[in-house]
T-cell receptor, first 117, second 112 residues
Framework: DGGITQSPKYLFRKEGQNVTLSCEQNLNHDAMYWYRQDPGQGLRLIYYSQIVNDFQKGDIAEGYSVSREKKESFPLTVTSAQKNPTAFYLC????????????????FGPGTRLTVL | DQQVKQNSPSLSVQEGRISILNCDYTNSMFDYFLWYKKYPAEGPTFLISISSIKDKNEDGRFTVFLNKSAKHLSLHIVPSQPGDSAVYFCAASGASYDKVIFGPGTSLSVIP
């Protein structure tokens, strides 16, 4: 059955290390997104991609990097430059980029909780 | 500068009663609005949406109302059930945008 998966569910990282969060979807969606959620806050957009081999910075891209080499995969790397990386990270996908309204809701993965020790 | 606001961080409602969650937006270019529901440690799930050409959209126990002049929308849940206890995010988008703007969320508790 179709869906969006994120791995791992929990991730621990030592300060100064880079870490990559996986996101895979088999919904044949063109667009994919990475969000960060902190306690008591909403979803903040890190990066998004509307098509393979293309991506744009969101509102809080500093300290993060992404790639979109395949339609179904959109990994997020949290680099050592990210000052406060401990958070809950959510990946999402939609049929098309959000600029197309109607029947274009985002489907979210289960999330990865990253803790920096 | 929050473009989508949910001014009530939390709401408690008795089981069987109506839950009303509110959302305000500042950008008149938004023309598509969505509500998502999120349980702890899970990803949000899409609940219901409304286009700016409508003022109401209903799906079972869930109804979203849009007041464009006031830049306000609300989600009504009738009757409320304990399983509705979750965080609800309001979100907005539009033809001029290539991303969705989420509000900070409202935590709903339905008391049995």
């Amino acid at each position: 059955d179709g869906g969006i998966t994120q791995s791992p569910k929990y991730l621990f990282r030592k300060e100064g290390q880079n870490v990559t969060l996986s996101c895979e979807q088999n919904l044949n969606h063109d667009a994919m997104y990475w969000y960060r959620q902190d306690p008591g806050q909403g979803l903040r957009l890190i990066y998004y991609s509307q098509i393979v081999n293309d991506f744009q910075k969101g509102d809080i891209a500093e300290g993060y990097s992404v790639s979109r080499e395949k339609k179904e995969s959109f990994p997020l790397t949290v680099t050592s430059a990210q000052k406060n990386p401990t958070a809950f990270y959510l990946c999402a996908s939609s049929k098309q980029g959000a600029g197309i309204a109607g029947d274009n809701e985002q489907f979210f993965g289960p999330g990865t909780r990253l803790t920096v020790l | 500068d929050q473009q989508v606001k949910q001014n009530s961080p939390s709401l408690s409602v008795q089981e069987g009663r109506i839950s009303i969650l509110n959302c305000d937006y500042t950008n008149s270019m938004f023309d598509y609005f969505l509500w998502y529901k999120k349980y702890p440690a899970e990803g949000p799930t899409f609940l219901i949406s409304i286009s700016s050409i409508k003022d109401k959209n209903e799906d079972g126990r869930f109804t979203v109302f849009l007041n464009k002049s006031a830049k306000h929308l609300s989600l009504h849940i009738v009757p409320s059930q304990p399983g509705d206890s979750a965080v609800y995010f309001c979100a907005a988008s539009g033809a001029s945008y290539d991303k969705v703007i989420f509000g900070p969320g409202t935590s709903l508790s339905v008391i049995p």
